[in-house]
């Protein structure tokens, strides 16, 4: 087996199939933004503490710059570029906007596609280190404040608009929630 | 980084042989650790064996209650399965507590226990260190040390195991299972790390080439109530400085089980079983517990710059182990 250092990659990003030719030290960060002109998803500390980006690979989110493209072959992606429904914004998004969830906009895709996984995950019934009960008998904990500021904890803001980004999150969870024929699934302030 | 071959294998023996193609291969799992220790030219590999497709990916309970967690199961699903909730909730508050939503969705059950340490000397390919280069030397012994070692260390090195989860793993009695060409092997989480003495480079008793392929954990009553708690420089997504794992069994005032292991103390997960010979029997008090953790950490032999800990992993003892023996006493008068 003579040793190979590139290949083509099929992905299958925002629902439409991409193959391209990759060199196996490429990042799926990389792959988007230099390959593919996905500029949405955003570099910043390209070591997996910031954040940025942050896209959903097969429906989870994870940060692409310590993803190896190679190894998401066959995968589904879904990047900033890809959760609006065509002119609809995604209800995460239009509550970052209603709510002043950003200033400089930097981390906002990767916030933005964190928080969209984030209340999934919450309404799956994972609880997060701020929970005080993890038994599966105590149900699923209320989104509050401290719940959303611990589970969006692998996103940072240098802006430092995370008052914003707490109350966003909380609309669009209690959006999502009311979607879903839930209510009051937080009692963050400002949210409701 | 330098150049790589890539591998996929779906199978376990797949998953040998591709690895025995090439002396320089590493697996990968997650690779929130490996993809960026290579970045930084720590990890070298010119092969990388993906083993994230292999069917290592259950949780179950066996019939003689024994869990059973592949090695591929990633964090997030360890974290929130419901068996592993109710009986080892220490076990998902530890990995909760480490690295943030979108790594643990991303790591491995198997690759968790094979990271490397945070030192950060270590990450440092323009220094030496003993771990990375054998006989390089250990800056951190006269250095920046205030997140070492204070247990089990050596001169040669001070590094600790970052891990959250096997402080967790270490407390219940956890045994790790891999297949190799020759066979399968298990071994105890409690001899899985080998002792730094003057070979911090060999980190682990896994023979050469083996594959991780789960972990299991004995049925452990005394784990339904148990608690981690972890101390770090911020609120969240940070390695600890110190952390406890602990379960506690107390029946009318006396210790009937305890189950205690330090993180951030040592280059393992620390299971603290001076402590918990010295708690067996024994009165449930306050006073109880720190001599408990006195007795453990009587063998501590802290540098000049991270005594801190031996403090600060005496008083998480003495706070864990008091809110668990109220709640057992609580439990105890409701149910009388």
């Known amino acids: 087996m003579a040793p190979s250092t590139a290949g083509a990659i099929t992905l299958t990003i925002n629902g439409e199939k991409h193959t391209l030719p990759v060199d196996n030290r490429t990042t799926l960060l990389d792959a988007l933004r230099e390959r593919l002109g996905l500029t949405g998803t955003k570099k910043g500390c390209d070591q997996g503490q910031c954040g940025a980006c942050t896209v959903l690979l097969g429906g989870r989110r994870v940060v692409s710059c310590l993803q190896l493209a190679v190894a998401a072959e066959g995968r589904e992606v879904t990047t900033i570029e890809g959760v609006a429904d065509g002119e609809r914004l995604h209800p995460v998004q239009q509550a970052f906007l209603d709510l002043d969830g950003f200033q400089c906009g930097y981390c906002t895709p990767g916030q933005i596609c964190s928080a969209i996984a984030a209340i999934e995950e919450h309404a799956a019934g994972w609880p997060s280190a701020a929970t005080t009960d993890v038994r599966p008998e105590a149900g699923i904990p209320p989104l509050t404040a401290d719940e959303i500021r611990e589970r969006m904890s692998g996103n940072l803001c240098r802006c430092g608009a995370y008052v914003s980004i707490v109350q966003a999150v909380a609309r669009a969870a209690e959006d999502s929630a009311r979607t879903a024929g839930r209510t009051d699934v937080t009692d963050v302030e400002g949210a409701a | ?336």
């Open chain 2, 1 to 336: 980084m330098r150049e790589f071959d890539y591998r996929r294998a779906s199978d376990v023996p797949g998953a040998l042989a591709l690895l025995g193609t090439e002396p320089e291969a590493r697996y990968l799992g997650g690779g929130t650790n490996l993809v960026d220790l290579m970045k930084s030219g720590v990890e070298r590999p010119a092969l990388l064996v993906d083993v994230r497709e292999l069917p290592l990916e259950r949780i179950e309970v066996a019939d003689d209650g024994v869990l059973r967690i592949g090695a591929t199961v990633t964090n997030s699903d360890l974290a929130a399965h419901p068996e592993v909730r109710r009986r080892y909730p220490a076990l998902t508050q530890a990995v909760l507590a480490g690295a943030s939503g979108q790594l643990r969705n991303m790591a491995t059950v198997g690759g968790n226990l094979l990271q490397r340490t945070r030192c950060a000397y270590f990450a440092d390919v323009s220094k030496a260190c003993n771990r990375r280069v054998p006989g390089s030397g250990c800056p951190a012994v006269a250095g920046e040390h205030r997140n070492h070692a204070i247990l089990g260390a050596s001169t040669h090195c001070v590094a600790v195991h970052p891990s959250d989860m096997g402080v967790a793993l270490a407390a219940f009695d956890a045994v790790v299972h891999y297949a190799t060409a020759d066979g399968p092997g298990a071994v105890p989480l409690a001899e899985f790390y080998l002792p730094v003495g003057d070979t911090p480079h060999r980190e682990t008793a896994l023979p050469p080439g083996a594959l991780i392929t789960g972990v299991t954990l004995p049925p452990a009553p005394v784990a339904a109530a148990s608690r981690y708690r972890k101390v770090r420089e911020r609120a969240s997504y940070a390695f600890a400085i110190g952390s406890v794992a602990a379960a506690l069994d107390v029946r009318d005032g006396v210790v009937h089980d305890v189950r205690l292991a330090f993180g951030a103390v040592a280059s393992r997960p620390w299971r603290a079983q001076a402590a918990e010979r010295a708690l067996i029997g024994g009165p449930a008090t306050a006073e109880a517990f720190g001599a408990a953790a006195d007795a453990e950490l009587t063998a501590a032999e802290p540098l000049p710059g991270n005594g801190y800990k031996v403090t600060l992993i005496r008083n998480l003892v003495v706070a864990v182990l008091t809110e668990l023996a109220e709640e057992s006493r609580q439990t105890e008068e409701a149910t009388r």
